[in-house]
């Protein structure tokens, strides 16, 4: 089955220091990732998505992730966090063969600590 | 439009009545997606409008559920009877229709059943 998994609820990181969020992901054949973030009370805003080509792939914000076939991952990352990236960030994934639907994860609450 | 819009941006309605949600995707998207947002929680897929084709209802919760498309442009929600477990922020999404293109987001509609 299709699926998304974000282990973490949330992730706590004092500001200034590198972060992760973690995304892990099930389909059957190669996947399109994308990275969703959503600041409190607004829709969601594209961060940057992993099609083909380099496994880095740098995004909106100075964030980046990489994708990582034998792990099945795609985890978010910035080298020096800003309490302004407190957030919630959602993961998700498309099957290629699929076709059009995004399978999303859970979602990860980022709080970056002054 | 430069971007997705929904309204009204907040309903509060009682138990049993109809409420109609409306998106304006962005111009020239063919594809449109609705998403229910249960406080605290991830994104659930409603339903997908590909061009002229048959919408993509599998994830509507009941039958009180149901969505229309003209064209490629405006969509209506409709829920008729509404229950408490209805109050969700509602989001609509447009993209391009190809595979690989991102979807993006409106500010989403927050209904509240009382």
């Known amino acids: 089955a299709q699926s998304v998994a974000q282990p973490e609820d949330q992730v706590n990181v004092a500001e200034g220091n590198p972060l992760t969020v973690k995304c892990t992901y099930s389909v059957s054949g190669n996947p399109y990732l994308f990275w969703y973030v959503q600041y409190p009370n607004r829709g969601l805003q594209f961060l940057l998505k992993?099609?083909?080509?380099d496994n880095l792939v740098k995004g909106s914000y100075g964030f980046e992730a990489e994708f990582n076939k034998s792990q099945t991952s795609f985890h978010l990352k910035k080298p020096s966090a800003l309490v302004s990236d407190s957030a919630l960030y959602f993961c998700a994934v498309r099957d290629i063969q699929r076709g059009y639907q995004l399978i999303w994860g859970a979602g990860t609450k980022l709080i970056i600590k002054p | 439009g430069a971007g997705v819009s929904q309204s009204p941006s907040n309903k509060v309605t009682e138990k049993g009545k109809d409420v109609e949600l409306r998106c304006d995707p962005i111009s020239g998207h063919t594809a449109l997606y609705w998403y229910r947002q249960r406080l605290g929680q991830g994104l659930e897929f409603l339903i997908y409008f590909q061009g002229n084709s048959a919408p993509d209802k599998s994830g509507l919760p009941s039958d009180r559920f149901s969505a229309e498309r003209t064209g490629e442009s405006v969509s209506t929600l409709t829920i008729q009877r509404t229950q408490q477990e209805d109050s969700a922020v509602y989001l609509c999404a447009s993209s391009s229709g190809q595979a690989q293109e991102t979807q993006y987001f409106g500010p989403g509609t927050r209904l509240l059943v009382l």
């Open positions: 992993y099609i083909t080509g």
